[in-house]
């Protein structure tokens, strides 16, 4: 079956624009995770989105960053007035919540370039 | 605070040698998982191998086993055999158990593996 797809594949945009990241996850996949992975660092996670709770959103770095999940499938992760430090690749993951199946499955990414 | 500790930034191994990647983690908890991914140069996150908390015996998926020391903190990833296919990131993770299922993971900064011929 498809994997986690995100779109596009590389963004590039000026300082003080707005972007929109997109991330399908698996099919039937209750959880969605947007993650933040900066040149030489790890992932930092973002927000977190379960069924019909509320997302937690402690991860997300300033209020300039958003993130929706529509239907309980697509999401999207908009980041307003964009700044250099927010060049990086956003990673989206789904994993399916039933039992103790805890993996999480990861999409390419969206590499994020503010000039 | 949970975090994960990755302090090899680049390891070399020879093929067919064997290499082992260093991994400590902090945490108050007693149940959780860790896991290992590889992230090639295509940037898809891989899973390679996951290991409960509560189990004891040492996970292994075919090349790839773990020695977890559960007192220590300490999650390493041993790659017998290595392959040119396995030069990647790698990137060690946390992720506590949940009652409500599974919950954001915690990563490492990554350890980058580069196979000689």
């Known amino acids: 079956g498809a994997g986690v797809s995100q779109s596009p594949s590389n963004k590039v945009t000026e300082k003080g624009k707005d972007v929109e990241l997109r991330c399908d996850p698996i099919s039937g996949h209750t959880a969605l995770y947007w993650y933040r992975q900066s040149l030489g660092q790890g992932l930092e996670f973002l927000i977190y989105f379960q069924g019909n709770s509320a997302p937690d959103k402690s991860g997300l770095p300033s209020d300039r960053f958003s993130a929706e999940r529509t239907g309980g499938s697509v999401s999207t992760l908009t980041i307003q007035r964009t700044q250099q430090e927010d060049s990086a690749v956003y990673l989206c993951?789904?994993?399916?919540?039933?039992?103790?199946?805890?993996?999480?499955?990861f999409g390419p990414g969206t590499r994020l370039t503010v000039t | 605070a949970q975090t994960v500790t990755q302090s090899q930034p680049e390891m070399s191994v020879q093929e067919a040698e064997t290499v082992t990647l260093s991994c400590t983690y902090d945490t108050s908890e007693s149940d959780y998982y860790l896991f290992w991914y590889k992230q090639p140069p295509s940037r898809q996150m891989i899973l390679v191998i996951r290991q409960e908390a509560y189990k004891q015996q040492n996970a292994t998926e075919n090349r790839f086993s773990v020695n977890f020391q559960k007192a220590a903190k300490s999650f390493s990833l041993k790659i017998s055999d290595s392959q040119l296919g396995d030069a990647a990131m790698y990137f060690c993770?946390?992720?506590?158990?949940?009652?409500?299922?599974?919950?954001?993971?915690?990563f490492g900064t990554g350890t980058r593996l580069k196979v000689l011929a």
């Open positions: 993951a789904s994993s399916l919540l039933i039992g103790v199946d805890y993996e999480q499955y």
């Open positions: 993770a946390y992720s506590p158990w949940s009652t409500s299922g599974t919950y954001k993971y915690i």
